[in-house]
């Protein structure tokens, strides 16, 4: 069964930087894509980058240019390092792991990290 432990989030002000990591445990027999989805409060969950194994990324549109994803294979881990962070950041950060069979939106899923940007 393939557990994803998130860490990090919390609070920072607009304009500051925060970094998530995602560790994968267990095992999953196929090529997989690592990435980062967020919820803020009656939105839905959108995704915000993701990665596959050969190092290639997606960013959404609203993090370009501030957001970098970048993905361990030797630990199967990935981080999210944000910067220049507005308030409209504000959410649930989750993990996902997904084989690279499967659609976007679907997969494996921390927990959740909270981000609030915020003065």
């Known amino acids: 069964q393939v557990q994803l432990v998130e860490s990090g989030g919390g609070l920072v002000q607009p304009g500051g930087s925060l970094r998530l990591s995602c560790a994968k445990s267990?095992?999953?027999?196929?090529?997989?894509?690592m990435g980062w989805y967020r919820q803020a409060p009656g939105k839905e969950r959108e995704l915000v980058a993701d990665?596959?194994?050969?190092?290639?990324?997606y960013y959404a549109d609203s993090v370009k240019g501030r957001f970098t994803i970048s993905r361990d294979n030797a630990r199967d881990s990935v981080e999210l390092q944000m910067s220049s962070l507005q308030p409209e950041d504000t959410a649930v950060y989750y993990c996902n792991l997904r084989s690279i069979i499967t659609n976007r939106g679907h997969g494996y899923w921390g927990q959740g990290t909270q981000v609030t940007v915020s003065s």
């Open positions: 267990g095992s999953i027999a196929s090529i997989f894509i």
């Open positions: 990665i596959n194994a050969g190092g290639v990324a």
